[in-house]
């Protein structure tokens, strides 16, 4: 039993991950890993377990206190919820849903909500604590969160979508709210989907409530430039890191796995920042123009057809040949498990900016590591989507809009700094930017809650 962790003021302090669903939710409180009768097999390919490896190696690094350390590495709170959604057919189908919280020492608990057919407890457990880890390597005044739907979005109609945000939303209303926990858009969500999750909660709170979550449309709170947000950050990223090397843009050729909300802006800015891209995947499979793609093309292409199936000027290949490709950067912005101990030693690119979260197991960073290959992690190169949420969340309190400028400034002010302060703890511990920024953030985390008290 871990002690209490500075949840939200007005619930009452949970012991362990204690939560009352809301009758409606029919909602079960999950044992977190920390648990005592949870074994812990290693698993390379578990979220979580990928999490844990990390967030180990950097605490012996630190010499973190052990009550410390296992207090940061448990989330604090787990949903799961069933609920029904009606059909277009009239059938009444029952999802699952989850909201892991992994900490609110620093603040509301923050992070996006993934729609697909595989997302699991473990996953989004890793994704909560990725988030708390992130927040704090941008420094802003966030914990970690992270929802998931287990749904195949794509087999679904716009309707079936809304009923089943809606009462995604309504099952785990009782845990969300600005000073709680703020959701954003993930795999297969969007600005619509999080519309319609600010219009659930705010029919229930009977006020208009913004800043429930962000990633909105512009015309309902949202923020000028969070769209681009988590792509514009995976490009500065790119810069910083090829500064460090000493390579330039127009040299260097790039492979980006994804063409979704990161992978897809990612491509785009840095076809605009003069890099070659020679190949981008989406779940269809990979294409690959050697002499460099008309990213913009490729992009309106997709839009039309929702598919890289079919597009011209280039070849076909299979996602896993795509990953191996000769290049100088490698953008993997699609989903976990991508580079792993199976292909690490093919993989040919000199850096690796990871747009996706956990597109890389401990297993093959241990071999890049060996090996020399700068990796910018996740937590980092990732982090612009949550920078600008947190302007999205304080903007909607202030009730007072910034311009796109302004916005993209003090987005490109954060990832500089964030980057230049996970260099500085590489250069002072002699670790990958992978466990710097690992302990940068939990160096950060540990001393709130020293600060906050330890026995509450
Ligand atoms: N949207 C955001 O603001 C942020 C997203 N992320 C992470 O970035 C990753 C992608 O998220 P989004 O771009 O928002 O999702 P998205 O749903 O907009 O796009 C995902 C893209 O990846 C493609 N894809 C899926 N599986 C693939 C595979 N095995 N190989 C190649 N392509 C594949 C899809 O076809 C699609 O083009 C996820 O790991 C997410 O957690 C991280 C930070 C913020
Ligand atoms: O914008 C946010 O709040 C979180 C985005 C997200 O889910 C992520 O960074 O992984």
Redesign the pocket.
């Known amino acids: 039993m871990f002690p209490h962790r500075g949840v939200p003021f007005d619930l009452p302090r949970p012991r362990s991950n204690a939560f009352t669903p809301s009758p409606m939710s029919q909602g079960t409180v999950s044992k977190g890993p920390n648990d005592a009768d949870v074994q812990h097999t290693p698993d390379e390919f578990n979220p979580f377990e990928a999490m844990a490896d990390r967030f180990d190696r950097a605490s012996d690094i630190l010499g973190l206190e052990e009550g410390v350390r296992e207090v940061l590495r448990a989330p604090d709170r787990e949903v799961i919820v069933s609920f029904p959604v009606l059909m277009d057919d009239g059938r009444v189908k029952v999802f699952k849903g989850y909201r892991v919280q992994h900490s609110f020492l620093r603040g509301p608990a923050k992070g ?1 909500i ?1 729609f697909a057919p595989d997302v699991h407890l473990d996953e989004v457990r890793a ?1 909560a604590a990725w988030m708390t880890w992130k927040c704090s390597v941008v420094n802003v005044p966030f914990g970690g969160g992270k929802g998931g739907v287990v749904c195949d979005p794509r087999t679904m109609s716009r309707g079936e979508l809304e009923r089943m945000t809606r009462r995604y939303t309504t099952a785990i209303m009782d845990v969300l709210g600005p000073e709680r926990d703020v959701p ?7 600005e619509q989907t999080m519309a319609w999750i600010m219009d659930t909660y705010s029919m229930h709170a009977r006020r208009s409530t913004t800043a429930v979550v962000t ?1 909105k449309p512009l015309s309902l709170g949202g923020s000028r430039g969070r769209t681009e ?2 792509g514009r950050g995976v490009m500065i990223a790119c810069r910083e890191a090829l500064k460090t090397l000493g390579m330039r843009p127009e040299n260097t050729s790039a492979v980006v ?8 802006i990612g491509a785009q800015l840095l076809h605009r920042e003069g890099y070659k891209v020679v190949s981008i ?4 499979g ?1 294409i690959y123009n050697e002499r460099g793609l008309d990213v913009p093309d490729v992009l309106s292409y ?1 839009k039309q057809n929702r598919t890289l199936e079919g597009y011209t000027e280039c070849d076909h290949l299979p ?1 896993a040949e ?1 990953l191996e490709l000769e290049c100088d950067l490698l953008a993997p ?4 498990n ?1 580079i792993t101990s199976k292909n690490v030693d093919r993989i040919q690119a000199k850096l690796i900016v990871e ?5 890389t197991t401990a297993a093959a960073d241990k071999v890049l590591e060996e090996r020399g290959t700068m990796v910018v992690p ?1 937590i980092l190169s ?5 920078t600008v949420s947190y302007f999205e969340w304080v903007q909607d309190r202030m009730g007072y809009f910034w311009t796109e400028d302004i916005v993209n400034t003090r987005l490109e002010q954060s990832m500089v700094a964030a980057f230049n302060d996970v260099d500085k703890a590489r250069r002072k511990y002699d670790v990958s930017m992978r466990i710097a920024s690992y302990i940068l953030a939990i160096d950060r985390v540990a001393s709130v809650y020293r600060l906050r008290g330890l026995f509450g």
Do not use: F, K, W, Y
């Not at 796995?257 to 897809?264: E, I, S, T």
């Not at 995947?281 to 269809?284: L, P």
């Open positions: 996006g993934r994704l954003a858009p993930d795999m297969n969500t969007n990633g947000a988590t796995q994804g063409a979704g909300n990161v992978g897809g995947s989406d779940i269809s990979a997709i996602h795509q912005c699609a989903t976990e991508q747009g996706a979260n956990g597109p996740d990732n982090a612009g989507g949550v």
